[in-house]
Each structure stands twice: as structure tokens, then as C-alpha cells.
């Protein structure tokens, strides 16, 4: 405990009643959860399989468990659960699928497989064209995050529009529970509807999570607000941690103003402020400082650090983006050689994913290693898809979706317009078209022979799904990617025998994970539960949703993310690249007057910097195939010029803005590289 402040340790100890700890980046908030979760279960006795703590990423989560297990002795931690928000909505439903009226073996619709379904929908509808598809995905998710159910928005649309998409949001729940599926919002929003309506297995979980402990809380939607208050009841054995200047997922729903609901919400609330940073130098949270100044505030902050003035942050304008990528990379090259830095100790923050390709590039060229979190996703890869879709299949076979992806990998000669009437013929019987295969109504609609082709595939696949009920069930899945000679399919399929080799390692890789999340299961289970393979496919899709290769990786490369992304974070050395209008601000942001949204995710990026932080923008852009020139973001006028060195600028910062026509002169004039 003696490394803490006086504060930190008020926020460790206090646990008479609800407690708030409000406070700026990199003042040790995270640091209170994990110490006070080595506290309750070594000073209070609180068993740790009795101790839940949640955050946002899986890659926050996986930290926060590493930061706890270490402070504890022994193997006092086991049973702890620090998880996702998702995570522990979908251990809820996996738990209470039977009072829930699910299959064991429910699938988890990701967002593209919600979307194709909504299209479906859509198509069948005929009201609304598939142009509506991402506001309709889009106002479904919202209306889900804020608990109103199809019956509500039904009720509540104001015009022609809204009525139809409550018609779709409805029909695509009852698709959903045809499917035996959930979607990602589900996996909030069944848990609350199912704490609401029944209190005995309310108290069940109010028994099993004794004590709450929430991060990043200021992220929270009401539908996850809603279930920690379930959760935590009027014992008050709550503890939350969070910073209203890092709100950055408004447009996913969260509401900052969860921090000030829970004062009225929880009158005896403890609020406890955090101002020294552990984190930065003193010019990096002078920085962030005077930037975030310009956003209305709530609550008050005033950040300091004892870690030195630290160098100026440098702002480089480059002549294009090219130029830009170019100049990361040798800087980074040059400063690791100088200064014997690593690469690891190296971080690219940028808006958005697409600006990733141009710095991979670069960092290639250069032979500089890198991770890019968030990108491309292991799980997005078409060898995954295909056997996760398998997986799915096996464990229900409900899921269309599934059953779709891999009717014909590999080819199995049924034809679309087989596929066509087994599709109509199921959903004249709402059925899925997996339980069609077991009508004789079919015999009329489908020739003979390529029935027996869906007949046979069916026989198979209940086969497989008896082995992987045994014993070894990733035996059972070895043995089924052999029956179909996934390998010989993929050699067909791709480009060289090199590249298919490394698709099957990929798969070998993904049986691997089924191997272990099986036996890591069957470990945790403090119920004693013996665990299934529904269970380890479950928590694969809900990795493979969450963590898009957000994997540990402890090697020596430059890290690459989004703003988003980064949260929570912290990387000695830090650049943020295309600082310009219409990026950062993003040009919805700017169209939608969010401004102030926007200035919290620099925030959150500036205050990732532990030691220098370098920003930089291009003069000029490819935009819709064609070069144009940009104007340097909003957000560099906000910057305290005393603390910033400006390169590519001339002699004028761009705080005194240039005229239109000098500004294209002093681009001439300023071509540095
Ligand atoms: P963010 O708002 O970015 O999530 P945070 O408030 O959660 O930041 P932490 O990540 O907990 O901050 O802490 C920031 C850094 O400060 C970490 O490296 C942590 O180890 C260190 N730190 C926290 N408290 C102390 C302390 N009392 N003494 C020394 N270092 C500390
Ligand atoms: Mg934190």
C-alpha cells in the first residue's frame, strides 16, 4: 500500500459504501481497481471468485487480470473475473440459457452477420431499400443500448420511417430467437431483462458477484449501467473509475452523464479525485491540458506530474502523405538509434483504420517490425471464417448463417437454386434450413439427387456433432477437417502451396484456441460445471468480435492503433499522424457538430505519451482519388504555443491563421522535404 497517495489509498480502503473515483488520464485509476481487488480479497477475506471487475477491451481486461494476479499471493486470485462488459453478459446467458429459452449452443450474430440478416429483412419488407441498411443496423443497436424493446419503438415512431424500422427491428428479434442467435447488444441487454423479470436468479448473481469494480466508467451505455446496478443492489459494493474528459463512444451509445447519475442514484456515493499524473511529463499535461480546456465542464480537474518538463511536442507538416509516412518511419528509425529506444516503446495513433495502410508501407520499407491492433483481423480471415462457421454449425445448427458460409466449402455440387427452395421452403415454416433437411415436405420442390446431396451433408454434419459430444471433442474437429480435406481445398484455393501452408497453420492455430479455451473452462468453472465445446465456441466468436487480433504480443515492434484503440494505454513514445481538418476532427464529427467528442479522443491520444509526443499532418491528401490540399486540424490552434515546436509551419504557427491564398504560398514556400 505505500506506494499509493493519500488518495488512491482512501479510493483502496473505502468499502462501506458506493465509491467514485473521478480523474484525469494517468492519474492511477485503473491502478485502484487492481490494488483494490488484491485488497478485498486479502485484508476483507472476500473470496476472488466472488470479485468482478469490468472494462471495455479484451486487451484492458487481460491487463487489469495480469496488474491483479500479480499483486496477490499465491493463488488467491483464481476465479477472479476480470472481464468484458460482453464477457460477462454472455457467461450470464450461457449460464441461464434454459430460463432464458435458448438452446445450449446459441450463436453470437457479429455486426456483418446482424447486417446480412437485416438485408434479408429489408428486401422481404419492401418499405425500406438496403441504401437504409447502416441507419437501420445503426438505430436497432441504439435502441437496444437504451432498452426499448420492438413493442416500445413501435409505439413511439413519430413518422412513416421510424414505424418501418421498428418493423424490421422487431421481425429481426424474432429472426434472432428463430436462429437460436443473439447479437452483440444482446449480450447486455438479455442479462437486464432477465435480472428485471426474475429475482431468484437475480440473487443467484448478486450471491456470486459480491463486490463490483467498473473502469473506464464513463463509457458505459444505460443498458450496462443498468446492469451494474442490478447487479450491485442496495449493498452499495460498488466501485467506479472514470474520466468525463475520455468519452469517446457517444455515437455506440455511451452516456457520459452515467458519472453524475450515479450521485442521484446512489446518494451516499463516495466521490474521490485523482490529480497527480504518474504518467506523463509536465508539458505533455500542459498540452492536454489547455486543449481540453476548450470543451464545458462537469467536474474540475487540475493534472499534475513530478516526471520532469520533458521535451516540447513537435508538430511536423509534411509536404503529403507520403511524405508523412516517410517521416514517421526515419524518425523513428533515428531516435531508436540515437537514444536506444526500442520499438516497442514506439506507438502510431491515428482516427482511422485506413490510415494504417500507408504506414505499413513505410515501416516495410524501412524493416521496421509493427503490430497493428484492431486492423485485419485473425478471425477475418476466410480459412477462420469457413471453420468457425463449422464450429458454429455443430453447436447449433440453427444458424443459417453458418450453414450458408459452408453448404459448398468445399463444393459439394448444391446449387443456388437447391439453396433457393430449401430457403423458401424454411421460412414458409419459419424453420431454419438446417431443421428442413428433416421434412419430407421437400421431396416435392427439390430434385431427388440433389436432395440426397443435402441429405448426405446433413447425416455428416449430426455425426460430427455426436463425436465433439464426447470425450474429445477438438479430436472430433481434427477428424472432420480431415473428412472434407480442408488442406487439399485450400491448396486449390489460394494463391501459392506457401500461402495455403500458412492458411492451415492459421486453422491448426484456431483448433489449438478451441483445445484451450475447453481446458481453461473446465478450470474456471467454480461451479464445477463440466465445460462443453458450445461453451469454448461461444467465447471464440465473442474473442474473435471483441479482439480482432487485439493477442498479446510482447516482441519488439512498433504498435500501431487507433485513437480508440489506444485508451487506457500508455506508450513512451507517442505519434499522432494526420492532424487535419476533416481527419481529426472527422468529417462526420464536423458535420454533426460533435466536436467536442472529437477534442476528448486527442485528449485520450495526447495523454497516451509518457515521455515525447510528436504530431504530424500531410499539406496534402488523396481524397477520392485525387490529391487535394488540407488545412491543419482545429485542434493544433488549441495547443499553448510556449509548449510546441512547429516544423513545415515557416514562421508562423498556425494559430495565426493564414489567408486562403498566403496559406497556398506558404505551402510553397515550405516544401522541407
Ligand atoms: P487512463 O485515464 O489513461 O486510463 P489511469 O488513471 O487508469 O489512466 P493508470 O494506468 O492506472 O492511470 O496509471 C498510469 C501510470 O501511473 C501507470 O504506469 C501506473 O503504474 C502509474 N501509477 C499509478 N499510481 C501510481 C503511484 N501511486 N505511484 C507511482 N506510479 C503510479
Ligand atoms: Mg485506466
Redesign the pocket.
Known sequence: MT???PR?KEAVLYIDGPCLVL?G???????VITRKIAYLIEQCDIPARHIAALTFTNKAAREMKERASKLVKGSASRGLTVSTFHNLGLNIIRREHKSLGFKPGFSIFDSEDARSLLKDLMMKDGDLDSDHLDLVQHQISNWKNDLIIPARALSVAQSPGEQAIALIYQRYNQALRAYNAVDFDDLILIPVELFQTNAEVLQRWQRKIRYLLVDEYQDTNSSQYLLVQLIVGNRGALTVVG?DD?SIYAWRGARPENMSLLKQDYPSLRVIKLEQN??STSRILRVANHLIANNPHDFDKALWSEMGLGDPIRVLRCKNEDAEAERVATEILTQRLRKQYKFRDFAILYRGNHQARLLEMKLQQHQIPYKISGGSSFFAKTEIKDVMAYLRLIVNPDDDNAFLRIINTPRRQIGTSTLEALGGYASERHISLFAALDELGLQSRIPEKNLERLQRFAHWIKQVTRNCGGDRPVDAIREMLNDIDYEGWLHQNSASSKAAEKRMENVFYLVESLQKTIDKNSSDDDEGEESRIEDAVAKLVLRDMMERQEEEDLSDQVQLMTLHASK?L?FPHVFMVGMEEELLPHRNSIEDNNIEEERRLTYVGI?RAQRTLTMTLAGKRKQFGEMSETTPSRFLDELPVDDVEWEGFGEQSPEKNLAKGEETLANLLNLFD
Open positions: 506506494q499509493l497517495n488512491q480523474a488520464a494517468g492519474s492511477g485509476k485503473t491502478s474520466d475520455q504518474y504518467r487506457g500508455e495523454t
